[in-house]
């Protein structure tokens, strides 16, 4: 298994500009989330799902939007991005069994996104 | 407000030394609690996971504590060693949502 995966690895983007992160799971995980994660603090969660689609917001949703249409793809889309927008972005799926590792969430490498 | 705050923010220490990573949080009504590892510019590892029903979880050298009712976690490293130097984020989940700390960045000293 690949796990979770994420592409780019890098972004520059330019102010005004619009791009999707592309993130995979071949776990077939029903859950899936989108994380920021800005120098020197934790992650905060942008958008998750519970199945395909079904999305919600997280904490930092606005200037994102997403979509569920398979189980293994949970794409990020940023229209006109935006400086804050600086960030590093993690995927993440996990499964909702019970026993010890119920929800047990598991990282794609991220995307290292640069405004300007 | 669900909150996480994990001190110190950073710890520099010699080869060898058994240390203790802290975690709070602020609502007691958690499903589990997660320690995870992250190197420079990588992703995350997942190192422990508690339970809210367990009080320990074990992995080699690794021993991580929870005291739902204080809302602490600790993660103890034995014997630690240069390879361990990275920053230690603690997550705690509320439904399926993880709350993050700030984490820990974590130097050993060869």
């Known amino acids: 298994n690949a796990g979770v995966t994420q592409t780019p690895k890098f972004r520059i983007l330019k102010i005004g500009q619009s791009m999707t992160l592309q993130c995979t799971q071949d776990m077939n995980h029903n859950y899936m989330y989108w994380y920021r994660q800005d120098p020197g603090m934790g992650l905060k969660l942008i958008y998750y799902s519970v199945g395909a689609g079904i999305t919600d917001k997280g904490e930092v949703p606005n200037g994102y939007n997403v979509s569920r249409s398979t189980t293994e793809d949970f794409p990020l889309r940023l229209e006109l991005a935006a400086p804050s927008q600086t960030s590093v972005y993690f995927c993440?799926?996990?499964?909702?069994?019970?026993?010890?590792?119920?929800?047990?969430?598991?990282f794609g490498p991220g995307t290292r996104l640069t405004v300007t | 407000k669900q909150e996480v705050t994990q001190i110190p923010a950073a710890l520099s220490v010699p080869e060898g030394e058994n240390l203790v990573l802290n975690c709070s949080f602020t609502?007691?009504?958690?499903?589990?609690l997660q320690w995870f590892r992250q190197d420079p510019g990588k992703g995350l590892t997942s190192l422990l996971l508690i339970q809210s029903s367990q009080r320990e979880q074990t992995s080699g050298r690794l021993n991580a504590s929870l005291d739902k009712s204080s809302g602490r976690s600790t993660l103890y490293i034995a014997a630690s060693q240069p390879g361990d130097s990275a920053t230690y984020l603690c997550?705690?989940?509320?439904?399926?949502?993880?709350?993050w700390g700030a984490g820990t960045k974590l130097i050993i000293k060869p």
């Open positions: 993440a799926s996990s499964y909702p069994t019970s026993g010890d590792h119920s929800y047990e969430q598991y």
């Open positions: 609502d007691s009504a958690i499903y589990n």
């Open positions: 997550a705690v989940r509320y439904n399926y949502q993880l709350i």
